[in-house]
């Protein structure tokens, strides 16, 4: 059966009261959580590989990798063209001297790149508004003109 664009495949949606596989497993473990634990901890300290990972995966969870970039930046403005030139020579020169790999260069010129953007769409919009605000003084300082004249 093939189901119309927009439309759901189940109108009526989940019925209530059912409780999800996960969530009914989770109560029936649950009051045996401690005998279960015990014997888990048991095992891990009796050698079984498997039952001591399983312990220090839950004491001490994986770290995620540090990824961040550490960049000295110009001082002054990202979209000026002086600072332009300066960021890209440096990225090229954080490559070369093995500071940076080339991935790495390309995600922080990405990011750069977006940042420039964000100012520029800000500084776009903020003198539309500046704009829309004088047209909309000038019009109504020509509508009370006109008002005066007409009245």
């Not at 940076?100 to 750069?112: D, V």
């Not at 704009?131 to 019009?139: G, L, Q, T, V």
Request: glycine letters at 6%; proline letters at 3%; a neutral charge.
């Amino acid at each position: 059966m093939t189901f119309k664009a927009g439309e759901s495949g189940n109108p009526t949606g989940r019925p209530k009261g059912i409780i999800d596989k996960r969530t009914e497993w989770r109560e029936l473990l649950q009051s045996h959580a401690k005998d279960l634990i015990k014997t888990l901890v048991d095992e891990a300290k009796a050698g079984d590989s498997t039952a001591l990972r399983l312990c220090i995966e839950r004491l001490l969870p994986r770290s995620k990798a540090d990824n961040s970039i550490h960049f000295e930046l110009p001082e002054g403005r990202l979209d000026s063209g002086d600072n332009m030139l300066q960021i890209a020579h440096d990225i090229t020169a954080a490559v070369a001297s093995g500071q940076l790999s080339i991935e790495e260069a390309e995600k922080f010129a990405a990011f750069i790149d977006r940042q420039r953007n964000v100012i520029k769409n800000a500084e776009w919009q903020q003198r539309n508004e500046i704009a829309d605000a004088e047209s909309k003084k000038y019009w109504d300082e020509r509508l009370k003109k006109t008002d005066r004249v007409s009245g």
